[in-house]
């Protein structure tokens, strides 16, 4: 299986917090995830965000990122570049949806990756993202 997972999610799955015994179950089977650099940024960024809001200490920081690394040079993970298509369908989620919804530009970024890069589900637990995905007719896990 192919997914699309969020950095929420990846947060979750590499560290601990309220969604990971869900982020462990939704990926039983082990399966591959796209990697985008957005996705790559974010995480890292998310990362040394949990120090600053003293949630991990510098040393489950760096574990945690270095987990993620061995993992992106293990091929856990499938590089994807974010191309024109992505940024074009950002713009479409946006006029179709931001107005009734709220969508950040982040989450439509997420989304409009989704769409364009065409896994086999999207795993997030951003209740906006959600919303957009379901709204775009996207599997979305865990449930």
Known sequence: MIVYADTGFLVS??????????????????????LTS????????????????KQWTRREARVVTEKFLQHVGAGVFQLEPISPEVWKEALTLSRRHTAIL???????????????LKPDAFFTFDQRQRRLAKAERLLVAPA
């Open 13 to 34: 799955l590499y560290g601990g917090d309220a969604n990971s015994a869900a982020a462990t179950a939704a990926v039983q089977g082990e399966p591959v995830f796209l």
């Open 102 to 116: 709220g969508i950040r530009t982040l989450d439509l970024l997420h989304v409009a990756a989704v769409k364009v």
């Open 38 to 53: 957005l996705i790559e940024a974010e995480f890292l960024n998310a990362v040394q965000l949990r120090v600053f809001r």
